[in-house]
């Protein structure tokens, strides 16, 4: 099955600095990239996503980038806020087959210092 | 839209009882799915089902968990009995089709296994 690997487990930035966080995958079928947020002690939230067709994807101060070849793609944060603290999830799936199911990574812990 | 909703948000049980945790997707919602976050990790998959019908249980440790779906719409899954390893976070997820459209979470039920 898919296997999902995030770096770094914690990042810690000063406010306005830019942040990036890092996701490979082993399946090269898998074909659809989201980003979740997820808060202390709340749900994970969609932030943003990618498809396979794409190889960077903007909103506002967040970006994600992929690259098919190597099997790996990243979040970008510019402008990093006291409020982007919170756990990232990267994850990856096999979209389109009707069943697929996301895969997560094991987290990664942004820390914005003001 | 109202989102999905789960309950409880928090039991705490000793070992070797039992426990069941509801989930309610998002109206229209055909697949629905069941994770296991354990603290400090990515969500795990336990058991995804579309309409009624179980489409991926391959992580889920059947000596003990269950779930069901049965009128296709809200789900429960239940631990019986319960280990110390299954302190976690339940977390009930909803899309409209395939998981390439992103999945909508509930806030979760923290189990705490003593």
């Known amino acids: 099955g898919e296997n999902v690997e995030q770096h770094p487990s914690t990042l810690s930035v000063q406010e306005g600095d830019s942040a990036v966080i890092k996701c490979t995958y082993s399946?090269?079928?898998?074909?659809?990239f989201p980003w979740y947020k997820q808060e202390l002690g709340k749900r994970p939230q969609l932030i943003i996503d990618i498809r396979s067709n794409v190889g960077e994807k903007k909103d506002q101060r967040i970006a994600v980038t992929l690259n098919k070849t190597a099997k790996h793609f990243s979040l970008h944060i510019t402008e990093t806020q006291p409020e982007d603290s919170a756990v990232y999830f990267c994850?990856?799936?096999?979209?389109?087959?009707?069943?697929?199911?996301?895969?997560f990574g094991k987290g990664t812990m942004l820390l914005v210092s003001p | 839209e109202a989102g999905v909703a789960q309950s409880p948000r928090y039991k705490i049980i000793e070992k070797r009882q039992s426990v069941a945790f509801w989930c309610n997707p998002i109206?229209?919602?055909?697949?629905l799915y069941w994770y296991q976050q354990i603290l400090g990790q990515g969500p795990k998959l336990l058991i995804q089902?579309?309409?009624?019908?179980?489409?991926?249980d391959s992580q889920l440790p059947k000596d003990r968990f269950s779930a069901e779906r049965l009128k296709g719409v809200d789900s429960t899954l239940k631990i019986q009995p319960a280990k110390l390893e299954d302190s976690a976070v339940y977390l009930c997820a909803s899309s409209f089709g395939a998981a390439n459209y992103g999945y909508t979470f509930g806030s979760g039920t923290r189990l705490t296994v003593v």
């Open positions: 399946d090269s079928a898998s074909n659809y």
């Open positions: 109206s229209g919602h055909a697949t």
């Open positions: 089902f579309q309409n009624n019908g179980v489409v991926d």
């Open positions: 994850a990856a799936s096999k979209g389109g087959s009707g069943y697929s199911t996301l895969t």
